[in-house]
């Protein structure tokens, strides 16, 4: 009797999205990995971008502080995708470094000779890719949580998420999703002459 009152249930809940919430919620935590990765590459790749500069524009100390810096800060923060402060936390770090970066390549432009050195160019094409995985990255992760979301607020797995747990999932800030989507923007080739403008559009 107890057997069958264990099948019964099993049906039940399978039948209630108990299976997919699980799939859901698997995927989402398999996204946020992917972002978490990516921001991680762009975090390792800091050092030796600043190393680089530092060999051509040394004086330029404001900048590479304020960038190693935020790379710093970056570092320091213990996110927790579950917990929206922790999320706004997150993002507000990687913004900054995402700006500190952008100031970066605004100096870089006044460097000829650094804009030529190879170890830079190939600095510089290990941080755009980078900078597109994060977008694509960011981009799955907004989805992937909007779609859990949504399919646990329905009924009637409301009731088995609820039952078992189950929260909606807090998402990047909805007014970042479109320019997300945007791919960054580089440009090199300018006029050295040329009034200093961001280069590179980073993904906060």
Partial sequence: MRYILLMVLAVMLSGCGYNQIQQKDEAVDAGWSEVLNQYKRRADL???????????????????????EARAKVGEVNVNADDPASLQQFQQAQGELSSA?????????????LKADQGFLNLQTQLEGTENRITVARGRYIQLVQDYNTYIR?????????????????????????ELQDAPAVDFGAAADRAPQPMLQLAA
């Fill in 46 to 68: 800091v050092p030796n971008l600043v190393s680089t500069v530092k060999g051509y524009a040394a004086h330029e100390q404001q900048v590479l502080t304020a960038v190693t």
């Fill in 101 to 113: 970066l952008s100031r970066l390549m605004v100096v870089v432009e006044n460097y000829p000779n």
């Fill in 154 to 178: 329905s009924f009637p797995q409301n009731l088995v998420a609820k039952m078992f747990g189950h929260k909606v999932r807090p998402n990047f800030e909805v007014e970042n999703e479109r």
